[in-house]
T-cell receptor
Framework: GENVEQHPSTLSVQEGDSAVIKCTYS??????FPWYKQELGKRPQLIID?????GEKKDQRIAVTLNKTAKHFSLHITETQPEDSAVYFC??????????FGAGTRLFVKA | EAGVAQSPRYKIIEKRQSVAFWCNPI?????LYWYQQILGQGPKLLIQ????????DSQLPKDRFSAERLKGVDSTLKIQPAKLEDSAVYLC??????????FGPGTRLTVT
């Protein structure tokens, strides 16, 4: 079946450094790629998303890039802060359908 | 705007028992999703409704899981009988155009 692979599973950075999380998807019909942040014991919350007609999107310290040919998309967080510590999930879907999540990346930002 | 509501928040049952979860989506959201999130993993889609019709239940273990969405608003997810491997957080989400999913707080199920 279709899947989304996410790497790394754990990422530890110093406060102020950048963090990059990468995902690869298998369903070539996927056209919507959201990223969710989940703090311990809380619900996933959308932090940024990108559609297949766009190669890059930025929102303050967060950016997402998409390479449709390679079926890769990545999350970039700059100037990391301790409050960025959480589990981040990528996902891929065909519009509102067939949403598949990656396994998650646990990000630790050390002060 | 009120968020997605779920109840109960926690449930502990013995294997072979049955359990039901309830979800109230954001008002006006036509699409409702149920996910299973096992500890340390990403959410896995179990079933998706568009209004009160099922659009995807390909990953729902239909021998033991069932779900319904009456009148296109609230939804219930039932497990009968439960197995140990059903221990997980069950997340409900809703969305409207353009696809952003809003998640509820989840129900943590422990099967002993």
């Amino acid at each position: 079946g279709e899947n989304v692979e996410q790497h790394p599973s754990t990422l530890s950075v110093q406060e102020g450094d950048s963090a990059v999380i990468k995902c690869t998807y298998s369903d070539s019909a996927s056209n919507y790629f959201p990223w969710y942040k989940q703090e311990l014991g809380k619900r996933p919350q959308l932090i940024i998303d990108i559609r297949s007609n766009v190669g890059e999107k930025k929102d303050q310290r967060i950016a997402v890039t998409l390479n449709k040919t390679a079926k890769h998309f990545s999350l970039h967080i700059t100037e990391t802060q301790p409050e960025d510590s959480a589990v981040y999930f990528c996902a891929a879907s065909r519009g509102p359908l067939k949403t598949i999540f990656g396994a998650g990346t646990r990000l630790f930002v050390k002060a | 705007e009120a968020g997605v509501a779920q109840s109960p928040r926690y449930k502990i049952i013995e294997k072979r028992q049955s359990v039901a979860f309830w979800c109230n989506p954001i008002s006006g959201h036509a699409t409702l999703y149920w996910y299973q999130q096992i500890l340390g993993q990403g959410p896995k889609l179990l079933i998706q409704f568009q209004n009160n019709g099922v659009v995807d239940d390909s990953q729902l273990p239909k021998d033991r899981f069932s779900a319904e969405r009456l009148k296109g608003v609230d939804s219930t997810l039932k497990i009968q009988p439960a197995k140990l491997e059903d221990s997980a957080v069950y997340l409900c989400a809703s969305s409207s155009v353009p696809y952003e999913q809003y998640f509820g707080p989840g129900t943590r199920l422990t099967v002993t």
